[in-house]
């Protein structure tokens, strides 16, 4: 039983570190406007909640122009860091079950548009008055080249929150070749 367990420990160990992802080389980093919004008090666990952000300018050109860089010497931009703080510094505790934000053409508002970029769910998990999201790794060039995309976040309570909370959601999104 205990070679067994070691071999399938090793094989484990093996499929793990033989997994190969692509390497990508960081040209800039493309961050975009912090978006305000408020989670009510009172707010219901039942609902899913959705904000929407039109027409948030990249500003691709004049970075990519600042690095030296053209559309064309980008190979992909992918998710980098996004996180959201409460702008007052109240705490967010355990009230989250899950929260995602789709990155969308301009234009487009249907719910759940475009394509996951950031994702969370950690339920009952104690936060501070900020924490991070988890990037995913869907290529956004299509829609981040542009003077301006959509934005949606979207996100479930775990818990009804006992005061309003004012919060910001920052993106950051990696160039690479």
Not at 18 to 23: A, G, L
Request: proline share 5%; aromatic share 16%.
């Amino acid at each position: 039983m205990r070679v067994k367990t070691t071999l399938l420990f090793f094989l484990a160990l093996l499929g793990i570190f033989s997994c190969r992802k692509d390497k990508f080389e960081l040209l800039f980093e493309l961050p975009l406007s912090s978006l305000e919004f408020n989670i009510e008090a009172g707010s219901s666990t039942l609902d899913t909640y959705y904000f929407f952000f039109d027409n948030v300018p990249t500003h691709f050109e004049e970075l990519a122009g600042t690095y030296g860089f053209e559309a064309a010497d980008v190979k992909a931009i992918l998710p980098g860091k996004a996180f959201i703080r409460s702008i007052f510094g109240e705490s967010y505790e355990d009230i989250f079950w899950e929260i995602a934000v789709q990155v969308c053409p301009e234009g487009d508002r249907e719910f759940k548009c475009g394509k996951e970029a950031f994702y969370w769910k950690f339920p009952t998990q104690t936060l501070g008055s900020d924490f991070d999201l988890v990037p995913n790794e869907p290529d956004l060039k299509e829609w981040l080249t542009e003077d301006k995309v959509n934005i949606q976040l979207w996100f479930r309570l775990a818990k009804t929150p006992s005061q309003s909370i004012s919060s910001r959601l920052d993106l950051r999104f990696n160039a690479v070749k």
